[in-house]
């Protein structure tokens, strides 16, 4: 029997004797069909939750230039769950009894996407390709193969709050990681990763350098640019954010504090532009769900921490200050500027869908350093708005749920989410974003969680409780 409304106290948030906080709606029943009823807070040995945690620490934690023997780049252990997780998402959509319950716009944005994505991959081929850019152009589909996967996963698969907190701390965890890696990579001057081997793979492509820049060196960490770095942990950063705030225990706040010292930390060693756009569009969006006392006490951090930077390294911290002087002479301006002729040259060629997907291909064209004109070339005008669907998708539906949620934590919550969107949105202005694979994986985490975030929170139970029909099959 559906419900129209949430029942009394939903979203209500209890707090067991183990610190793990409980909400009410997470024991709702689920129909699975007719008249039988399930749990979604049932333990599974596998489930969508965990394998997304292991891609989660897979993606993150092994160097971006690790691969599985005899594969390309996308061969990394990460992107190969990905692929299966997408794999998985098919089968199961062609299995009555398997496939979720209820809606989901995110499955409708990413179908729109990928038809996009199609017809621009077909219409390369009609127009002839090379032998490079054919090769990128299947790498290039199978990496959005990836891409989708992990973002429908995580919109149909994450069971409820419980599982979907667990997904996020295991992302704060793991960039926690690879902000320590970063900080003790700059200050010793040496590449950590190179320690980091893992039986079984081999080193492939390139393996970023120590950069200087002014009064700081550039440090990269796993991924595989300093630039991927600082937009990748600042994906991150409100999440880390909101444990701080919101952690039951008084020791998981600390530690959920540390992390964000240490991400933002991890953010400056980067010493982009990129990064400090990110953090100051993911100020705007929380600071109206902020308090007062939250936002006197976040700002105070902030300020010791550029304090304790001036102090520690006043080289970075003059560096870091003078990022934006004169956009008019700044290399880091000007030379994307000189790049925009030769861009709008191809794309007045192929107008609607593009050159081909994937077709634009550094070594053989110009690093455009600018994911919105790379699509625009590649996909053409349809294939930008599609990919801009997909962001503004997530933060509508985040902010659907931010709406119905009636606890401070909820609310922060999907502000964060909506964060990590605007974010992906500005950053993509400043690198091809979707070209760095580290960065585009957890990219389809938020855009997931999103969708998790608004069937969690819909008024009707059959929506807030979907749930797969397998159940009814196994009592049989």
């Known amino acids: 029997m559906a419900i129209s409304q949430p029942p009394a106290g939903y979203p209500g948030t209890t707090l067991t004797g183990t610190g793990i906080a409980h909400r009410a709606a997470d024991f709702e029943p689920s129909r699975a069909f007719d008249q039988t009823y399930v749990t979604r807070h049932r333990p599974t040995y596998v489930d969508a939750a965990k394998l997304l945690m292991l891609l989660i620490i897979m993606i993150m934690m092994i160097p971006a230039r690790l691969i599985v023997p005899g594969m390309t780049d996308l061969g990394r252990p990460g992107l190969i769950v990905g692929f299966l997780l997408f794999c998985w998402w098919i089968l199961v959509r062609f299995s009555w009894h398997m496939s979720m319950t209820g809606p989901q716009p995110v499955r409708w944005a990413f179908l729109i996407f990928m038809i996009t994505l199609l017809v621009s991959y077909a219409a ?215 790049r925009y002729p030769l861009a709008f040259h191809y794309v007045a060629q192929h107008p609607w869908i593009g050159r081909g997907t994937g077709t634009w291909v550094a070594p053989q064209y110009q690093i455009l350093d600018n994911q919105w004109l790379d699509t625009l070339i590649t996909n053409g005008v349809i294939g930008v708005a599609a990919l801009a669907g997909l962001h503004i998708c997530g933060m509508v539906l985040a902010w659907r749920a931010l709406r119905r949620s009636t606890s401070a934590e909820d609310r922060h919550l999907c502000a964060a989410m909506i964060s990590t969107q605007l974010i992906a949105i500005a950053v993509a202005g400043t690198f091809d974003s979707l070209s760095f694979m580290t960065y585009g994986t957890i990219l389809a985490l938020t855009l997931g969680v999103c969708g998790t975030a608004w069937r969690l929170t819909h008024p009707a139970r059959t929506v807030r409780t979907s749930t797969t029909r397998w159940f009814l099959y196994r009592t049989r």
């Not at 919109?155 to 690879?178: H, M, S």
């Open 124 to 338: 390369g081929f009609i127009r002839g390709l090379t032998t490079i850019e054919a090769n990128a152009a299947d790498r290039a589909m199978l990496f959005f193969c990836v891409f989708a996967g992990v973002a429908l996963t995580a919109a149909d698969g994450i069971p409820n709050w419980l599982r979907l907190r667990a997904v996020l701390k295991v992302l704060v965890g793991t960039a926690t990681a690879v902000s320590l890696i970063a900080l003790a990579e700059y200050v010793t001057g040496i590449d950590v990763t190179t320690y980091l081997n893992i039986p079984g793979l081999q080193a492939k492509g390139w393996t970023p350098t120590f950069e200087q820049r002014g009064g700081g060196i550039r440090v990269a960490s796993t991924t595989t640019h300093y630039i991927e770095l600082a937009a990748l942990l600042a994906l991150v950063l409100p999440f880390a954010i909101h444990f701080a705030l919101y952690e039951p225990r008084p020791r998981r706040k600390r530690l959920a504090l540390l992390a964000c010292l240490l991400i933002g930390a991890g953010i400056a060693t980067t010493i982009s532009r990129t990064g400090m756009l990110a953090v100051g569009l993911m100020f705007l969006v929380l600071f109206p769900v902020w308090t007062w006392r939250t936002r006197y006490n976040i700002f105070g951090m902030v300020g010791g921490l550029f304090g304790a930077l001036s102090v520690a390294s006043p080289g970075l911290y003059r560096t870091l200050i003078h990022l934006f002087d004169n956009p008019s002479s700044n290399p880091a301006f000007t030379v994307r500027q000189q």
